[in-house]
């Protein structure tokens, strides 16, 4: 969940264990138990270190050295502040808890995390946020841009400070730009600028959905775009066009053991599909009307929301209906070491089969194959 929270309460500016816990101020307190335990009540203050500690009341146990604190609890530091309805913080282990509302914000109010809980185990190096947790960074493109938001909700929110990895764990939801997507688990590790989501990771990107056994998204290394989507094991993707000037617009379903998908900006820029790959397609004029690729690898490069070009090497098979002016006229089928085929607003308009190269072809001559 980013650096904040190593700083906060942790890092460089960490308080000596030898450090005292000090009462900076209260508007009323009492002691009991010959001064063990001291009740305070308004716009109590303590710090330790450059760690400040604000709320209305707060029972200090001193021989603990720990701290309850009641109503509006503020945990400041150079870094950023927590704050919450409760809170609560331990000298020796120099944990805090902070309960109700909770809210974390870095100095430069670009990272935030709320949740019911929030709790920082100083000994693990380990910060968890529970109860509904969400994380957010909000970053620009360039100076020029709008705020572009990592937004995750999950069941349970957790950061390693020596990994520098952020977890999230159960029915986690992600959005990042126009990518949302859910998953099991998802790790995002912040030195490669990578989001690692696992246990059934689905993800919707501009009309394109893909899901499979884990998925990879690969952040650029300057801008705060993804450049790429990976998806490993059973990877499927539904894809859907953009319309034509007729209204008409294509679907099409790849499957494979591996899918890649190269993103520039928000749109998709080319699919591969690895080992044992298939791809299907058709038009909204009529669904049961299927184009189909077969081959050990296939590649479609799309344009402007439609599909470009398509490759398919290794085995290579194409099965697709010829049209005439919108009418069936019959099918072409094609097969050889590779197929490539142009496109045209979304319809096929060259077809070029290399080695061995096979078919039955009507309406659109395939060019010249190569042995």
């Not at 957790?158 to 859910?182: F, I, P, Q």
């Not at 690969?218 to 034509?244: Q, W």
């Not at 190269?262 to 998709?268: N, Q």
Request: proline share 2%; glycine share 10%.
């Amino acid at each position: 969940m980013i650096a904040l929270l190593l700083t906060l309460l942790a890092g460089a500016s960490t308080p000596a264990p030898t450090e005292p816990l000090v009462l900076d101020g209260a508007n009323t307190f009492s002691m009991t138990g010959r001064g063990a335990i001291v009740e305070l009540v308004g716009d109590v203050r303590f710090h330790r270190g450059d760690v400040k500690f604000r709320s209305d009341r707060a029972i200090w146990d001193r021989a603990r050295d720990e701290v309850l604190f009641e109503g509006s609890f503020v945990l400041e530091h150079p870094s950023g502040r927590i704050t919450s309805e409760r809170g609560r913080y331990e000298r020796a282990s120099g944990s805090a808890w902070a309960e109700g509302t909770a809210h974390l914000e870095d100095s430069a109010a670009t990272v935030s995390v709320d949740a019911a809980v929030l709790r920082y185990d100083r000994r693990a190096r380990r910060a968890e946020a529970s109860g509904a947790p969400v994380f957010r960074r909000r970053s620009r493109r360039d100076s020029s841009s709008t705020w572009d938001t990592v937004e995750i909700r999950a069941k349970v929110l957790s950061y390693l400070e020596l990994d520098t990895v952020a977890e999230a764990t159960g029915d986690v939801r992600l959005r990042k730009g126009g990518l949302t997507a859910t998953c099991g688990k998802a790790i995002l590790e912040q030195k490669s600028r990578r989001i690692l989501l696992r246990d059934t990771p689905r993800a919707e990107l501009e009309g394109r959905n893909l899901s499979g056994h884990a998925m990879v998204v690969d952040l650029h290394e300057t801008r705060e775009e993804i450049r790429r989507v990976s998806v490993f094991k059973e990877a499927l993707g539904i894809l859907t066009g953009d319309a034509d000037s007729t209204g008409v617009f294509s679907t099409s379903r790849v499957v494979g053991d591996t899918l890649v998908a190269e993103i520039d900006g928000s749109r998709l820029k080319s699919l591969l599909v690895t080992r044992k790959a298939k791809g299907e397609s058709w038009t909204s004029l009529d669904s049961t009307r299927i184009d189909r690729l077969d081959g050990d690898s296939l590649r479609l490069g799309f344009l402007d929301g439609k599909i470009d070009t398509a490759w398919v090497g290794g085995h290579a098979k194409s099965f697709y209906h010829w049209l005439d002016q919108g009418r069936l006229k019959g099918t072409n089928q094609a097969q050889g070491r590779a197929i490539r085929i142009a496109f045209e607003d979304g319809r096929i308009r060259r077809i070029r089969v290399e080695g061995g190269a096979q078919g039955v072809y009507n309406g659109i001559e395939p060019s010249r194959p190569r042995n």
